[in-house]
């Protein structure tokens, strides 16, 4: 690894140039809007948290309805910065309720192909892997499309292993 003043020089000769600031801040503001409008459209269903920034690695928010939270469970929505694409993530409020899932939902749909629980979570699931930044009211149709396609599914295998 090399030191830290050349990783800092690398990372504000990228900001000087400035196309990573503005991609960053609208991808953020994107994420925001998505929150703002799945509060106006689908609040009936879920209740919504604010936005979290990982490390420029994740932007995004949870959201959970009455069951997830009586399992104490919880859905998110996650920009994947290095993947760049959309995905819904099962989390669980503690580690050991994670590994709990982990454990029920090992030879779902979600985690067949992994040997191990993710790091973060306890299945991920891809909606948008190549997002059209150029035309958002068109992305943001289709990622609350599959948000809730993809979160209704989730759900009904939750309660017909629980």
Do not use: C
Not at 72 to 79: E, N, Q, R
Not at 101 to 128: F, Q
Not at 138 to 159: A, R
């Amino acid at each position: 690894m090399k030191n830290l003043n050349h990783y800092v020089a690398m990372y504000k000769a990228q900001l000087d140039k400035g196309d990573i600031l503005i991609a960053y801040n609208q991808l953020v503001k994107f994420v925001m809007k998505l929150r703002v409008d799945f509060i106006k459209s689908l609040s009936e269903k879920y209740s919504f948290t604010g936005i979290l920034h990982g490390y420029m690695d994740y932007t995004y928010f949870y959201y959970s309805n009455d069951f997830l939270k009586k399992k104490k469970l919880k859905l998110g929505l996650i920009l994947n910065h290095s993947e760049m694409r959309f995905e819904i993530w099962l989390l669980g409020n503690t580690m050991s309720i994670q590994k709990r899932y982990w454990d029920l939902l090992r030879e779902s749909t979600w985690n067949k192909n992994r040997k191990e629980m993710p790091k973060y979570s306890i299945l991920e699931a891809v909606i948008e892997d190549e997002p059209d930044f150029d035309n958002l009211p068109l992305l943001s149709k289709k990622i609350e499309k599959k948000l809730v396609e993809q979160s209704n599914e989730i759900i009904s295998v939750l309660k017909k292993l629980t």
